[in-house]
């Protein structure tokens, strides 16, 4: 808790003496939810909870949809060890994460459910992307990063790369977390978009929409759809 101190002219018993009040405020956290897949999958944890401690202790406030630990070699019960608080339903985490990671896509009524401008994140393929999904997507004014988008200097997408390089699930879960760790850890602190793209600007390729706009050259062109202009680490974004 942060405190202010006031001092009042205590004129009434004595014009020597005042009289000190301290005001308590809370201290503001920044609220990150991690959704559960609609297909529970060995390697499609996200964030590791070793990942979402860090996280917790950086005062991100962390919310878990109940279920989410069902991936091997996770449970529920690691999250809990590490500080998350748990909800049900994917509306309850909607209303109280600013920013809300999946692995697969979001589905349309989940989209539906999500507050105005809220950041949505997942390891989502361009081509699963249709013309409805974006128009479901700028609807909410929401911003929309997929991952899948990011590629190495070769062009193959970072997240198939990962998978590649590592032999197991877990070491896949393990090598996938440490990846997106600093992305998150850049998302859960910086209120706008043009904040973390300044603080982390290799998330500017994986920026599918925001604030109402299509912002990937690729989809739009395959879509047929006007892609927004100017959307850069220094640009005037909300």
């Known amino acids: 808790m942060s405190s202010l101190h006031l001092v009042f002219d205590d004129s009434l018993h004595s014009q020597t003496q005042a009289q000190e ?4 405020f809370p ?13 529970p999958l060995p390697d499609s944890c996200f964030l590791t909870p070793n990942a979402v401690k860090s996280l917790v202790e950086q005062q991100v406030q962390v919310f878990v949809q109940h279920g989410f630990g069902n991936h091997n070699p996770y449970s529920d019960a690691d999250y809990a060890e590490a500080g998350v608080e748990f909800a049900g339903l994917y509306a309850d985490l909607a209303m109280l994460g600013r920013t809300l990671l999946k692995y697969d896509a979001f589905t349309f009524d989940q989209l539906a459910l999500s507050k105005p401008r809220q950041t949505l994140v997942s390891v989502l ?31 193959i997408p970072s ?3 990962i998978r590649k390089e590592t032999l197991s699930d877990a070491g896949f879960q ?6 997106l ?4 850890e850049t998302l859960a602190h910086s209120p706008k978009l043009s904040m973390a793209l300044r603080r982390c600007p290799e998330i500017l390729p994986c920026v599918l929409c925001h604030d109402g706009a299509l912002c990937n050259s690729e989809v739009a062109g395959r879509l047929h759809m006007p892609c927004a202009d100017g959307l850069a680490p220094d640009s005037n974004l909300n």
Do not use: F, W
């Open 21 to 24: 009040a301290t005001i308590e």
């Open 27 to 39: 201290v503001r956290k920044e609220t990150l939810a991690l959704v559960k897949p609609e297909i």
């Open 125 to 155: 393929s361009p081509e699963e992307v249709s013309r409805e999904y974006v128009e479901a997507v700028n609807e909410r004014k929401a911003t929309m990063l997929c991952l899948d988008l990011l590629a190495d200097l070769q062009g």
């Open 159 to 161: 997240v198939e790369r």
């Open 174 to 179: 393990i090598a996938l977390s440490n990846y």
């Open 181 to 184: 760790l600093p992305i998150v």
